[in-house]
């Protein structure tokens, strides 16, 4: 519940506060007085969007402070705590400033926050509506969450359960819709992997195996040179036979450590010669050995050898050129490329199990939607029959409204049916749109039965009503404020009102007062009783506030609203 408004230099106002507190608040006012205000306060105040035109002209800020009486146990304490706010004793503080340049800051619970935050918080504190609501009860998607709202938790539960199996059938009907858009594109990669593959694996590479070849290939290619170098290597170091008459190199080794070994008692110092001519006897002797072997490995038919080799590395060299750029893509695409086929052979089951899961959402989704549409068709009957008694209170007596939920021939988000609101003006007439055949006055009181209607399942504490009475008069205004009244017995309500048909049934009256000097209107807020009500409430009946005849008519219509309020 809102306790106060502060506002300093909004528009026409340059300094007012509005005390409101519980019950029926009426705010009335000359034209251009600023009734307007209060609401673009309230606005500025729920983050509603601002620029610098709201700011009084010669100030270069607006500011507007609001003081909320909020439930310890109220999900908007939570919130305000998350945005590093503070609620002292259920009392909430909000703020919000818009300077010339048409920027802004906003403030919860004492402490500087994001304008979302105030927007956030609107939803739990306050429903206003205004012209802009009953253009937007015209619309389809308001008429079938009035529909879902009056259904409770019980419908909210249904349209969730609906929501939640749509969803998993578009879901997979997606998935099914890509999968079969693009098989031809998948058999299509499959068949070219396929043959890769078998490509591939015909070859059989092994990783590094070009080097290898690389190498082999050049020693094929100078075969008879390495076994000439490697023969005449042999028999230097180690032969029956001279080479042009010379030992080899074994002989004249063995024969030095023979001369040394026969000298070597007379001199230690020759004995380090000895043990080194030693050595290399038995390393010449295992290089020797080697030869041999080297030798005796080397094939006798190169040229075979080297053909084979070469035309082995054609083949890799074709997989490179086709798979590559190297031999190691070559292998990696064998083993990706496994992988991936299984999962492209595999779609014509993921097709299969998708279609019977397609199915199988689709009936979860219709039978929820099947009962969604039950429990909407139970609400709406019970809201046209409420609304309707409310609007005979209103003075349109014989006028119904009429809920109609149809099938719509397929299933949607909000599932298989579509709401309508329509208005029976008199018994026996044809129920017509709201959005088309309904006026102004009896849109405003359509939606004025509504809230009544509904606000005993809604959480939200203050409904705010700017001008909700235009194009009615009459005793049709004296109903309004009879139900406005009502509404008050179970919430805040604050009412802009021109009617003092209306302002007449409030427990709280304000009026907005204008003072010219100069160019500049300064408006200011004052609380109203007694003889300054009774003036006010002549003034907005007859436009004379001391008009004997004004005054007795106000006062009547005062002792009229008392009473019924008494009996009530």
């Known amino acids: 519940m809102i306790e106060e408004i502060a506002i300093r230099d909004l528009g026409v106002i340059g300094r007012a506060t509005l005390p409101l507190g519980p019950g029926f608040t009426a705010v009335t006012g000359e034209t251009g007085a600023g009734k307007t205000m209060v609401v673009t306060a309230l606005g500025l105040l729920l983050g509603q969007r601002a620029d610098s035109g709201v700011v009084r002209r010669g100030s270069d800020r607006a500011v507007v402070d609001g003081r909320w ?8 304490v939570e919130r305000v705590h998350d945005a590093g706010g503070e609620v002292d004793d259920g009392e909430l503080l909000l703020s919000r400033v818009v300077s010339q340049e048409g920027r802004g800051r906003a403030f ?39 529909v879902d709202a009056h259904g409770g938790p019980e419908l909210a539960a249904a349209a969730a359960a609906y929501r939640q199996a749509y969803d998993a059938w578009q879901s997979a009907r997606s998935e099914l819709d890509e999968l079969t858009r693009s098989r031809d ?10 043959a890769a593959i078998d490509e591939i694996e015909a070859v ?34 180690s032969s029956d036979a001279a080479v042009d008459g010379a030992p080899d190199v074994l002989s004249l080794v063995d024969e030095a450590r023979r001369q040394l070994d026969r000298v070597v008692a007379h001199d230690e110092g020759l004995q380090p ?7 290399i006897s038995v ?28 035309e082995r590395r054609a083949d890799l060299a074709a997989l490179v050129r086709r798979h590559g750029p190297t031999l190691d893509d070559a292998v990696r695409l064998l083993d990706e490329g496994s992988r991936r086929l299984v999962e492209l052979d595999s779609d014509d089951d993921r097709v299969e199990r998708l279609e019977v899961e397609v199915a199988e959402f689709r009936a979860e989704a219709e039978a929820r939607a099947g009962r969604l549409t039950e429990l909407r068709r139970a609400s709406g009957a019970d809201l046209a029959e409420r609304v ?5 209170a209103l003075a349109m007596a014989g006028a119904e409204l009429v809920v109609e939920v149809e099938p719509r021939g397929e299933l949607g988000t909000t599932g298989a049916d579509a709401v309508a609101l329509l208005l029976r003006p008199h018994p026996g007439s044809e129920p017509r749109p709201l959005g088309k055949g309904a006026s102004g006055g009896e849109l405003s009181r359509v939606m004025l039965a509504l809230e009544v209607v509904m606000a005993g399942s809604s959480a939200v504490p203050t409904f705010v009503f700017d001008e909700v009475d235009a194009g009615v008069g009459g005793s049709a205004a004296i109903e309004i404020g009879r139900r406005l009244a009502a509404l008050a017995e179970r919430a805040q309500v604050i009412v802009v009102t021109h009617l003092a048909q209306v302002a007449a049934f409030a427990s709280n009256h304000l009026t907005v007062v204008k003072d010219a000097s100069g160019e500049v209107t300064a408006s200011s807020v004052r609380q109203l009783d007694g003889d300054e009500r009774v003036a006010e409430m002549a003034r907005l009946l007859s436009g004379l506030p001391d008009s004997p005849s004004g005054l007795a008519h106000a006062r009547e219509l005062l002792d009229l609203a008392g009473g019924a309020a008494r009996s009530s």
């Open 273 to 279: 010669v000895a043990e080194l001519l030693a050595e």
């Open 388 to 392: 309707s008694a409310e609007l005979s």
């Open 283 to 310: 390393q010449v002797t295992e290089a020797s050995s080697r030869l041999s072997s080297y030798l005796g490995g080397l094939d006798a038919d190169a040229s075979a050898e080297l053909e084979g080799v070469q």
């Open 108 to 146: 919860v619970g004492g402490r500087q926050a994001p304008v979302g935050v105030l927007a956030d918080l609107a939803d739990d504190l306050v429903v206003v509506h205004g012209q802009s609501e009953q253009i937007r009860l015209r619309s389809a998607v308001a008429q079938r969450g009035a």
């Open 204 to 237: 059989a590479p092994v990783p590094g195996e070009l080097d290898e070849l690389d190498a082999a290939a050049d020693r094929l290619s100078n075969a008879e040179d390495l076994r000439l170098a490697a023969g005449l290597a042999h028999e230097v170091l």
């Open 185 to 194: 594109e998948r058999r299509a990669e499959a068949d070219e992997l396929r």
């Open 69 to 76: 009486l909020v439930p310890a146990t109220a999900s908007v």
